[in-house]
């Protein structure tokens, strides 16, 4: 039978009274540097086929992505590999069955957030 009351039904959780955990915003944002780094991906793959082409076709790709604007996608991406790999890790911990409480799993997401940012400055100081 059709259920009369399905339009009365509440939502849960709405989003009016529902509050971002940080877990939460740590997972939706391995999904979100996952996808941008597909993008940064077929730039680089755009460059190696750039290079193969032809002398001035590489003189165009190599002009952008070493433009202030392509140093700053790039930065972001190597952002994004340390963020992802990090929260890859993070997983892996999870999928031992360890520090799963809610203490241990927000430290977890503090160490990939402020870690990713560290590694970076790193990364990019050594290329530099």
């Not at 002009?63 to 890790?89: Q, R």
């Not at 409480?101 to 530099?128: F, P, Y």
């Amino acid at each position: 039978m059709a259920d009369v009351n399905r339009g009365n039904r509440p939502l849960s959780p709405h989003l009016t009274i529902y509050r971002p955990q940080l877990n939460s915003i740590t997972s939706i944002l391995t999904r979100i540097t996952g996808n941008a780094l597909l993008i940064s991906a077929l730039l680089v793959v755009w460059w190696f086929l750039a290079a193969a082409t032809s002398a001035e076709y590489f003189d165009f790709a190599n002009d952008i992505l070493t433009s202030w604007f392509g140093n700053i996608v790039m930065t972001l991406s190597v952002l994004g590999v340390w963020y992802h790999a990090l929260a890859g890790v993070r997983h892996l911990i999870w999928d031992n069955a360890k520090m799963l409480d809610l203490k241990s799993a927000d430290r977890l997401s503090w160490v990939v957030l402020i870690g990713s940012v560290v590694l970076t400055v790193i990364t990019v100081l050594a290329i530099c």
